[in-house]
């Protein structure tokens, strides 16, 4: 479905990510591990056309699109859920989630994806009208997601959903990922609770100094003692 090959970004004269490569299958929950700084969420960008892949190559289902406008990339079927949730603040919920529908002509579908979130974030549903930046950090978390979600997206890339949160809106998070994937989407998670991320995921690769480390299976990674003493201990 998706698959980058020794791809390199920089930032200046800052060697981003190194020659990574990596392969999302159809229906898969890939998590990508690592500390600050790692290259995870320039990854991430580097998809959705945010960054610059300077060498290697990005594919959506066989077609080239690291040359793409992220435009471009939502139409083909990608979405990125950025970190720190970036919603518009200053905008209802309701309106948060008609700008994650930019892209999209079909009025009757954009209707009813409206209630699809709804059915998904209920919260969301009660608090259509109120202002994004007087919601609460898990609410603004789902919010983020919703919005993401109204591209109507076969592939939806999260960048650190559980940061900041509560461990018990943390759990509800990932099991709402989790609903997110049964219903057909493919997710690229970039996570550093490493514990939650490896639960719910097929695969994972771990990312250090802009340099895929490992990669395998996540229920292999979570008994993997080096990744136990670097990513799950303490």
């Not at 690592?34 to 960008?45: E, I, R, V, W």
């Not at 919603?87 to 079909?106: C, H, P, Q, W």
């Not at 919260?123 to 919703?146: D, N, P």
């Not at 509800?172 to 490493?194: H, R, T, W, Y």
């Amino acid at each position: 479905m998706l698959e980058l090959s020794n791809v390199n970004v920089y930032y200046g004269p800052i060697h981003a990510v190194k020659n990574i490569s990596l392969k999302i299958e159809e229906g898969e929950i890939v998590t990508l591990i690592g500390a600050n700084g790692a290259g995870k969420s320039t990854t991430l960008k580097s998809i959705s056309g945010l960054e610059k892949c300077e060498a290697g190559e990005i594919k959506f289902r066989g077609e080239n699109i690291h040359s793409l406008t992220p435009t471009n990339i939502v139409k083909l079927g990608i979405s990125y859920v950025p970190e720190g949730r970036r919603i518009f603040s200053k905008m209802t919920v309701m309106e948060n989630l008609e700008m994650g529908a930019y892209t999209r002509k079909d009025k009757k579908g954009v209707k009813e994806d409206f209630e699809k979130i709804f059915s998904l974030f209920p919260r969301l549903k009660e608090r259509k009208e109120q202002i994004a930046g007087t919601l609460s950090g898990g609410e603004q978390q789902m919010l983020a997601i919703g919005r993401g979600l109204m591209s109507r997206p076969q592939l939806l890339l999260l960048d650190e959903p559980s940061m900041g949160l509560a461990p018990i809106i943390v759990k509800e998070i990932f099991s709402i990922i989790e609903n997110i994937n049964k219903e057909g989407i493919s997710i690229l998670l970039v996570e550093q609770n490493a514990n939650m991320a490896l639960k719910v995921s097929d695969r994972a690769y771990i990312i250090r100094n802009g340099e895929i480390e490992l990669e395998g299976k996540s229920k292999e990674m979570l008994e993997d003692e080096r990744v136990k003493k670097a990513y799950l201990e303490g």
